[in-house]
């Protein structure tokens, strides 16, 4: 099965704690991917990072939480993206967060970009960095 990577803070979450609706809804409605959350979060906070997710109805299969400084947010992204070498897409507010995936291979999108397309016939016409 193919996967969806998707970061957290102002990509699902706005303040912490907020839904963005239109990320989630997109991420929601691909149920067909294997969805893997990658947060630059430290794992202290792996408690309440879950209830917000839950909270904002976030559906996925995996948590990752970062094991380094939060300064090193883009080598940890890095690591999973070559731990998720089958990821057809990664999500993150953050352009050297998606930088690091599309070193990897992975294409890579700006949140505000989704659309209806991202993973048809658009995932190929240039529109990821």
């Known amino acids: 099965m193919a996967t969806i990577i998707c970061d957290i803070d102002d990509t699902l979450l706005r303040n912490g704690t907020q839904p963005i609706r239109s990320t989630i809804d997109w991420l929601n409605s691909h149920s067909s991917y294997n969805v893997v959350i990658v947060t630059g979060r430290p794992a202290s906070t792996r408690a309440k990072t879950i209830a917000a997710l839950k909270a904002a109805g976030v559906e996925y299969d995996s948590l ?53 397309k991202t993973l048809t016939k658009n995932i190929w016409n240039g529109i990821f960095r």
């Open 64 to 116: 990752h939480m970062n094991p380094y400084s939060t300064s090193e947010s883009n080598k940890w992204k890095s690591e999973m993206a070559r731990k998720y070498h089958n990821a057809v897409l990664a999500i993150d507010n953050d352009e050297g967060a998606r930088r690091a995936y599309s070193a990897e291979g992975i294409k890579s999108i700006h949140p505000n970009k989704l659309s209806d």
